[in-house]
Antibody
């Protein structure tokens, strides 16, 4: 079964750090670009970060640029995001998702992790 | 800043047809934005419904369809069922691994 399982969320104080993980199984993880998407309480989905298969391309949304770092370990079938200088408005459920990119034919997310909750509060 | 706008809420009767739309602040939505649609129920991860404007994801019932209507991406549900009551999000691909999501539409079936 194709599956993504997020972990590492929790309660952190403003200014603190947290590292989220996303464990992939059931597919060749190294062949897929991956992204992080978050959802603040009662709000919509927000694209956070993108990483290409070989980690050669890493992209960030303006709201997290300079504070978050995306990475992956293809040998461990795992995706990560290191979140530093956390703020109250980073409070959200963070989802990892698999990207399907078809060279001018399709670009979308086809597999979603269950999400891990991050709360930034003192 | 690119803003993608969806109707905040919509209501449909069981068995009825509803079309949700996805608008782009900077111009028209075309197939080159590869519109995709996601369904989300409370406490759950999103589920992929439609990609590349009108292609249904695996296992998605054919009562869900996607298209471009005028200058907007559209998701049409034909013969709505009670368990279609969910939040629906569109996403537009901006290129280079970047997507912008719409604010979502809360669909009520009653």
């Amino acid at each position: 079964e194709v599956q993504l399982v997020g972990s590492g969320g929790g309660l952190v104080q403003p200014g603190g750090s947290l590292r989220l993980s996303c464990a992939a199984s059931g597919f060749d993880f190294s062949s897929y670009d991956m992204i992080w998407v978050r959802q603040a309480p009662g709000k919509g989905l927000e694209w956070v970060s993108f990483i290409s298969t070989s980690s050669g391309t890493k992209l960030y949304g303006d709201s997290v640029k300079g504070r978050f770092t995306i990475s992956r370990d293809n040998a461990k079938n795992s995706l990560y995001v290191q979140m530093n200088s956390l703020r109250a408005d980073d409070t959200a459920v963070y989802y990892c998702a698999r990207v399907r990119a078809g060279a001018g034919t399709y670009y979308y997310m086809d597999v979603w992790g269950k999400g891990t909750a991050v709360t930034v509060s003192s | 800043q690119t803003v993608v706008t969806q109707e905040p809420s919509f209501s449909v009767s069981p068995g009825g047809t509803v079309t949700l739309t996805c608008d782009l602040s900077s111009g028209s939505v075309s197939t080159y934005y590869y519109p995709s649609w996601y369904q989300q129920t409370p406490g759950q991860a999103p589920r992929t419904l439609i990609y590349s404007t009108g292609t249904r994801s695996s296992g998605v019932p054919d009562r869900f369809s996607g298209s471009i209507v005028g200058n907007r991406a559209a998701l049409t549900i034909t013969g709505a069922q009670a368990d279609d009551e969910s939040d629906y999000y569109c996403a537009l691909y901006m290129g280079s691994g970047i997507w912008v999501f719409g604010g979502g539409t809360k669909l009520t079936v009653l």
